[in-house]
């Protein structure tokens, strides 16, 4: 993934917008997601540029609207892409006059689904995450023994994530206090948010055959942010012995914009073990990693409840944090232990990243953590107090990519917003159309 001229921090575009310092989308990001408009029936292949999304098919840089012919692409007719992109939306580029027209504005679509999603995989990459629950769910013996070896994951369910914007029901389950004799099935009382990173696979491979740690990014297209909405009354009686079940199905949330890897090149870091533990086994390990294997990706969770959105209130940051700084694993070995055994990635795949809490008390990217397993409630600028989520809270996250001598990039909004038990389906918008 090197960096070109396409990152270039003194490009600008002939959309305005873009060139706006603030906006997640100038020209150096070029993320890729899906939208319609109005009643259309099928979705089209967009790219976020300031306040517009350009419709490829519209500009002549693909000959249809099926994303996974571009989430196929080799790395090589990517960035070409990419540099398509770049020039024709450069300033003073030949094409403004004819893609003008395919400009639609942000404010008139809808965003689906950045593509259909084929499994959903999710990891547990946060150290210091997994160090704080185990020390909840086992305070003897918090870091289990295969964590610095094994990156640890579990299948989850592709037909419940949702796009940012889509609202969820609070999730019922069986519950079982530490006082209680026997389970009750009741709505959860302990609903949480997960802050992760969702990361796209773009090319899969065959049965059988591994990816190789040196080819892994290869296979990724990109990266997006991913909340993995978790009950944790209903994880702590069902989790033992297979892990995560009910207590994450029910729903996540996923931003529209898949990031390119090409787009985050130059907000690449070297990957670090602390001193004492231990190297990865050779099939996780290349110099290439160790040099620049992290992803420096800035987190937020923002949190707004019903009574802040009546009274115009944009919400409280409740927790800041990096995708560099909390990883145990990096996304190349996600990929390499993945496929390891055998196991086909399809184009489309998600895997999340796992809750990616920093080392602070503050860096924490679940309310189980903010608060102390329910024990210490926040309070909120409005004096309105949380442990776990609300009817009616709706949380945000926000990620963006910022280093001094570069073009800040960002990924959009992760928003979703719980509604009461027994409420219903809510309006679903068809989101894993093909
Ligand atoms: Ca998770």
């Known amino acids: 993934m090197p960096i070109d001229d ?3 921090p003194a490009l600008a575009s002939w959309v305005d917008s873009a060139n706006d310092p603030a906006s997640d989308f100038p020209i150096q990001n070029l993320p890729f997601g899906r939208f319609r408009t109005g009643s259309e029936p099928a979705w089209r292949i967009g790219v976020a540029i300031g306040d517009q999304v350009l419709d490829l098919r519209a500009a002549g840089l693909v000959p249809d609207h099926d994303m996974s012919r571009v989430l196929q692409l080799a790395p090589a007719a990517r960035r070409e892409l990419r540099r398509a992109l770049s020039r024709g939306l ?6 403004q006059s004819r893609w003008r027209d395919a400009l639609v504005p942000m404010a008139r679509v809808r965003m689906g689904l950045p593509c259909r999603i084929g499994d959903y995989t999710d990891f547990y990459v946060g150290i210091h995450h997994a160090m704080a629950v185990g020390r909840q769910f086992r305070p003897d ?3 289990l023994p295969n964590y610095k070896w094994v ?54 491979n065959p049965q059988g055959q591994p990816i190789a740690i040196g080819e892994a990014e290869d296979h990724v297209f990109g990266l997006a942010l991913f909340n993995d909405w978790s009950a944790r009354d209903i994880q702590a ?26 787009a985050l090149a130059p907000f690449r870091r070297p990957f670090v073990r602390p001193a004492g533990d231990p190297e990865p086994l050779p099939y996780l390990d290349s110099p290439q990693l160790r040099e620049r294997g992290a992803f420096d990706v800035q987190l937020e969770v923002w949190l707004q409840t019903a009574a802040m959105r009546k009274a115009g209130h944009a919400g409280d940051c409740i927790a800041r944090s990096n995708f560099a700084d909390a990883a145990y694993w990096t996304v190349s070995q996600l990929v390499t232990h993945h496929t390891v055994n055998g196991c086909a990635l399809g184009s489309g795949d998600l895997f999340g990243s796992g809750t990616l809490s920093g080392p602070q008390p503050q860096q924490a990217g679940s309310l189980l953590e903010l608060t102390d397993g329910g024990k210490r409630p926040i309070t909120l600028s409005n004096g309105e107090q949380r442990t776990f989520l609300l009817d009616g809270d709706s949380v945000r996250l926000a990620g963006y990519c910022q280093q001094a001598g570069r073009r800040r990039i960002g990924f959009g909004p992760c928003e979703g917003t719980v509604l009461a038990a027994g409420s219903g389906a809510p309006p679903r918008d068809d989101a894993q159309a093909a």
């Open 90 to 95: 450069a300033k003073g580029s030949a094409e």
């Open 6 to 8: 396409t990152h270039d």
């Open 151 to 204: 990156p640890i994951g579990y299948h989850g369910r592709a037909s419940t994530v949702n796009v940012s914007g889509q609202p969820f029901v609070r999730p019922s389950g069986q519950i079982k206090g530490p006082n209680d004799e026997r389970p009750r099935l009741a709505p959860s009382q302990r609903l949480d948010i997960e802050l992760e990173v969702g990361i796209f696979v773009g090319r899969g």
């Open 141 to 143: 013996n918090p870091l």
């Open 237 to 262: 009686w069902e989790y033992q012995p297979l892990g995560p079940f009910l207590a994450k199905s029910f729903a996540s949330t996923v931003s529209p914009w898949i990031v390119t890897l090409d």
